[in-house]
């Protein structure tokens, strides 16, 4: 069995303790196969008792020599805005030319543009802190509109919660689909946010008298997704309009429905071929895709790997 994925959680005072707290909850807890994925471990540049956001301290035993040994480095909130520290910028800038995965979450955005490593790559922040973020970095290409970014080496998510979903993202690519559904159930999370959902939603929406939600309707869907299912059948079990459907999917998740569901009968796919013998033709009926054909077809679109070559990589890891 291999050894677990080492993740270095670099803390700059004052800390977003919420934030700290994301990587081990999420990373840190994840079994899958009985085998632990990753092993999580948190620094700061001056160990003992470090100043957060809130109204008390954090205790961190370890230094920046973990950013050596690390695979992932996360860079969690800050309210540190400038005036980093020379020594945390140098141990993060090495680690990215050791071609090191670098993530941060919420304003621990701040502290990789301040490394100088998102110049010229697309990012999040969380967006309260766009505006200022925008104006002490113009060299980044700012997205404050989504949860998350992945630009291949460097991942950015925006704040709070969607940490969360950024760490689910990472468990996802690294072990597949089945894997980070466990660790979604887990924490007691959605296991899919895209990284294009809307970070906010820019208008209220209407009180229900029933109580019903788009929560309800996901969870209908997603016990049927081996059915052919459209925009007037989810609009039903909604109890409103196709049209006002699509609006509240659209600020909701930044999806229309249809893409919404086609995204989810994908997931499923591929935790069918993680987990199960399934022939190709049986999985794509089941996830809703139809045919081989056409799982082939999102699935390369998608992750870049056929089914069968999908099934290889995730079931011989480890």
Known sequence: MS????????????????????????????????RRL????????????????????????????????????????????????PAVLDGLRRAAADGRRIVSICTGTFVLAAAGLLDGRRATTYWRRAEKFAALFPAVELDPSVLYVDDG???????????????????RNDYGAAAANAAARRVVVAPVRSGGQAQFI????????????LACTQAWALERLD?????????????????????????????????WLLRQRIDRAR???????????????TSGLGSADSLRAHLVRQVGLTPTAYRATFTQRG
């Open 3 to 34: 050894r677990p994925h080492r993740v270095a959680v670099l803390a700059v005072p004052p800390v977003v303790p919420f934030d700290v707290s994301i990587p081990d909850l999420v990373l840190g807890g994840s079994v899958h196969e009985g």
């Open 38 to 85: 990753y092993e999580v471990r948190i620094c700061t540049l001056v160990p003992g008792v470090i100043k957060t956001s809130a109204d008390y301290g954090l205790e961190i035993s370890n230094g920046l020599e973990i950013l050596e040994t690390a695979e992932t480095i996360i860079v969690p909130g800050t309210h540190t805005r400038e005036g980093i520290d």
């Open 153 to 171: 080496q460097i991942l950015t998510s925006a704040g709070l919660a969607a940490g969360i979903d950024l760490c689910l993202y990472i468990i």
């Open 202 to 213: 820019t208008a209220p929406r209407p009180e229900r008298a029933n109580g019903d939600s």
């Open 227 to 259: 059915r052919r299912l459209t925009i007037d059948d989810l609009a039903r079990q909604a109890r409103m309009s196709s049209r006002t459907l699509a609006r509240r999917f659209r600020a909701e998740t930044g999806l229309s429905p249809l893409q």
């Open 271 to 285: 935790e069918l071929l993680e987990t199960t013998d399934l022939p190709i033709d049986e999985v794509a009926h």
